[in-house]
């Protein structure tokens, strides 16, 4: 799990250089941390000469791609395109950065999202599979994705041909909420044919999300990187159809190393696409799912209009503030957290009992707890 906690937003300053900082090719997050130590601000480091940047740890052609951008790109006016476009730049400092997200190990540094974020995304599952599904894949996509959407979970995936789309599409159906992560740019929708898809999304109240600038055309190394976000945002993926090949495994992979739950439909051992699948469940990576109350159970949820309800009828409280902010993923045990926040036991084992009640936590073992 990352350490990062949301701490206070960045300033709007610094948001149009991060946004900026984003459209060099070769300063990637690890380079503009480098950056971020050395110099006092980012506007700072981009206008510095190249002396400065050798010192602050550029190398030659980092330098030469820094030099040429912003010679092209004023960082003023290049934000102000996102704006005018309804993007959102979000840091992981921000309040409306996806809480999940933040959780995992390398959570993107800046998340540019279109359309809206609702507090009730918390209780989200992914659906990936195979661009290519068989009738027996698209019936089990449509059908459990169907019965997930009516309780009131959102439904994410990647905006791709087949099992994406008809995910997607089925949430739309149900009137349910839907987030698409996409590995471009937020102007250039992937396929192209999906454009329509990617208009209802948005016009239903949904959002798309992705960590590359505007003007990045889908590429193949930027598919993995964008399966790591859809895992990260979610509770749980789920596998429909794929293929053993497919890029579907980069998202169980990235799931499991999330700490996320990963589930499985059965299919045919004699057709290819099934093999993915076949082997989550063979190899004990996921559990074997035939309807959606299988995910519910393992998930350790009901219907989430319920859930919600609880959280805005429970009041508020400081203390249980102060727990979620140091409760992930990974487990940890009453002790620890009351350690951490400095109060008694019993006054934090009270709050964790609440915090229980309202469906943000879960007991995983004695004393011991993690967010749902």
């Known amino acids: 799990m990352s350490d990062i906690q949301p701490q206070t937003p960045a300033s709007a300053e610094d948001i149009t250089h991060r946004v900026a900082f984003s459209h060099v090719t070769g300063i990637g997050p690890l380079r503009l941390a480098g950056l971020e130590r050395f110099f006092d601000s980012l506007s700072d480091a981009w206008r510095a000469d190249r002396g400065m940047l050798r010192d602050a740890g550029l190398d030659n052609n980092s330098i030469d791609q820094l030099v040429s951008t912003r010679e092209q790109l004023d960082p003023a006016e290049a934000y102000e395109r996102y704006l005018e476009a309804g993007i959102q730049a979000l840091t992981v400092d921000d309040p409306a950065y996806p809480r999940r997200l933040r959780e995992i190990p390398d959570p993107p540094p800046l998340l540019y999202l279109k359309g809206e974020l609702q507090d009730r995304d918390e209780w989200s599952v992914s659906i990936v599979g195979t661009r290519r599904p068989t009738a027996y894949g698209k019936q089990v996509t449509r059908t459990l994705a169907s019965e997930l959407s ?5 439904i994410v995936s990647g905006l791709a ?11 739309l159906e149900q009137g349910g909420r839907t987030i698409a ?36 055309r889908p590429g193949a190394r930027y598919f993995p990187r964008r399966n790591r976000i859809i895992a990260g945002v979610s509770l749980g993926t789920l596998v429909t159809e794929a293929g053993e090949k497919s890029g579907t495994w980069h998202t169980v992979t990235a799931a499991l190393d999330q700490n996320r739950e990963v589930f499985a439909v059965p299919g045919p051992i004699t057709s290819a696409q099934s093999t993915a699948a076949n082997h989550v469940i063979q190899r004990g990576l996921g559990k074997l799912v035939m309807t959606a109350q299988d995910i519910l159970e ?16 429970l009041p508020e409280d400081p203390v249980e503030s102060l727990l979620l902010q140091h409760i992930g993923a990974e487990p940890i045990h009453v002790d620890e957290l009351s350690r951490l926040i400095g109060q008694p036991v019993h006054e934090t084992a009270a709050a964790m009992a609440t915090l229980e009640l309202k469906g943000l936590i879960h007991q995983v073992g004695s004393m011991t707890y993690a967010r749902r």
């Not at 009516?150 to 959102?154: I, K, N, S, W």
């Not at 041909?161 to 949430?171: N, W």
Request: no cysteine.
């Open 161 to 171: 041909r087949g099992v994406d789309g008809i995910a997607h599409e089925t949430a």
């Open 298 to 313: 393992e998930l350790n949820i009901g219907p989430i209009d319920r859930q919600a309800e609880l959280v805005e009828q």
């Open 150 to 154: 009516a309780q009131g979970l959102t």
């Open 181 to 216: 992560v996409v590995a471009s740019g937020l102007d250039i929708v992937y396929p192209p044919n999906h454009k329509p898809l990617a208009e209802q999304i948005l016009n239903s109240g949904g959002a798309i999300l992705s960590e590359y600038p505007l003007g990045t």
